[in-house]
């Protein structure tokens, strides 16, 4: 089983950017589509991005569509989120996992989350 390490998260102003990587234990020889989510408080997770096993698919929730860029590297088994124009309605815990991807959603796979990544947009 897949284990992930998000990184990246801070604090921002609104109108300001962040990456987040989440780095694989590995990727299997297939390579994995990856998903990242996020927690804001007192809420589920929600899919924000997703991209399959040779980005050849990605998806991106109508809330981040135009702002945020997923993206991959597979030699180093480790997958993007480029967040241009952060909102405070971006405020959460973003998470990575293994995912089912398609063009118009995400879904979680795999076992528990990791430990997440915080972003906070504020002024």
């Known amino acids: 089983q897949l284990q992930f390490v998000e990184s990246g998260g801070g604090l921002v102003r609104p109108g300001g950017s962040l990456r987040l990587s989440c780095a694989a234990s590995?990727?299997?020889?297939?390579?994995?589509?990856i998903g990242w989510f996020r927690q804001a408080p007192g809420k589920e997770h929600k899919g924000v991005s997703c991209?399959?096993?040779?980005?050849?698919?990605?998806y991106y929730a109508d809330s981040v569509k135009g702002r945020f860029t997923i993206s991959r590297d597979n030699a180093k088994n480790t997958v993007y989120l480029q967040m241009n124009n952060l909102k405070p309605e971006d405020t959460a815990v973003y998470y990575c996992s293994t995912a089912h991807c398609w063009d118009r959603g995400t879904s979680k796979t795999g076992g528990s989350w990791g430990q997440g990544t915080q972003v906070t947009v504020s002024s």
């Open positions: 590995a990727f299997t020889k297939d390579y994995s589509s």
């Open positions: 991209i399959n096993s040779r980005a050849g698919v990605t």
